[in-house]
């Protein structure tokens, strides 16, 4: 009851297990699948099992970071700009010289691991 998570199954679907997508468009979604398909339908065939057993495993990892960082006022040049036009609103501007792109930007990494097995275990049990 408390349980959390997507409100889509299509974000549970790995994307390396679909082999194709078919979108219905026309009047035979809505004869096939009834009103509730009169915007189109879409068709995900995933990828079938064989009598071999086959396991898949894909990695992926990536960095990022700033390459660039916009060049904005400084902290007091911003106050010397205000104190030169507005003189009256120079006390609403605190004194804190923060640096908002060093503060919000940083270096990311991910990493993704996808394993996918398909085929027979044992001879008797299909897996996808």
């Known amino acids: 009851d408390n349980m959390r998570g997507t409100t889509s199954v299509l974000a549970a679907l ?3 297990d679909i082999e194709s997508f078919t979108v219905l468009k026309d009047a035979s979604a ?6 509730r398909a009169s915007n189109g339908v879409i068709l995900i065939t995933t990828k079938r099992g064989g009598k071999k057993l086959s396991v ?13 960082k916009i060049d904005v006022f400084s902290a007091d040049e911003y106050r010397a700009l205000i104190t030169a036009t507005r003189p009256a609103d120079v006390g609403m501007l605190g004194t804190a010289n923060t640096d908002w792109q060093d503060a919000i ?3 990311t990494d991910f990493v993704d691991n996808n394993i996918s097995i398909k085929g027979n275990l044992f001879n008797a049990i299909p897996a996808r």
Not at 30 to 35: H, Q, V
Not at 56 to 64: A, L, M, P, T
Request: aromatic share 20%; proline share 4%; charged share 20%.
């Open 30 to 35: 809505t004869a096939i699948f009834g009103s």
């Open 105 to 107: 930007y940083r270096r």
């Open 14 to 16: 790995n994307p390396n």
């Open 56 to 68: 898949d495993y894909n990695f992926q990892y990536g960095s990022g970071r700033l390459v660039d």
